[in-house]
């Protein structure tokens, strides 16, 4: 099994940063990168970002590109996503994910292909 713990969440005012983080424990090996999902209060869990661990390809939604950017750690584990130029639409709970396998890049964005979930991390951004 996997183990997934996001920490960084909190309140932020628009314009401003926060620094999420996802550290992965137990059987890590079996993991083929990290990404972030969010949800909003009444919406459905949309993606955000995704790395692969063997190399640093990164995958993003348009919302937040140019703001978000992903990062990891292989030797601690963990994925960074540092939030910039915060929006109040950018509130919402974040979770990191981790897929065993993704056969196509353009399967990064698809929740379904996630086998691992944290507990997520609340963001909010006020204006």
């Known amino acids: 099994q996997v183990q997934l713990v996001e920490s960084g969440g909190g309140l932020a005012q628009a314009g401003g940063s926060l620094r999420l983080s996802c550290a992965a424990s137990?059987?890590?090996?079996?993991?083929?990168?990290m990404g972030w999902f969010r949800q909003a209060p009444g919406k459905e869990r949309e993606f955000v970002a995704a790395i692969r661990w063997s190399n640093p390809t990164t995958y993003y939604a348009d919302s937040v590109k140019g703001r978000f950017t992903i990062s990891r750690d292989n030797a601690k584990n963990t994925v960074y996503l540092q939030m910039n130029s915060l929006k109040p639409e950018d509130t919402a709970v974040y979770y990191c994910?981790?897929?065993?396998?993704?056969?196509?890049?353009?399967?990064?964005?698809?929740?379904?292909?996630?086998?691992?979930w944290g507990q997520g991390t609340q963001v909010t951004v006020s204006s």
């Open positions: 994910a981790a897929p065993r396998i993704i056969w196509f890049n353009s399967k990064w964005s698809y929740e379904s292909e996630y086998d691992y």
């Open positions: 137990g059987r890590t090996f079996r993991t083929y990168g």
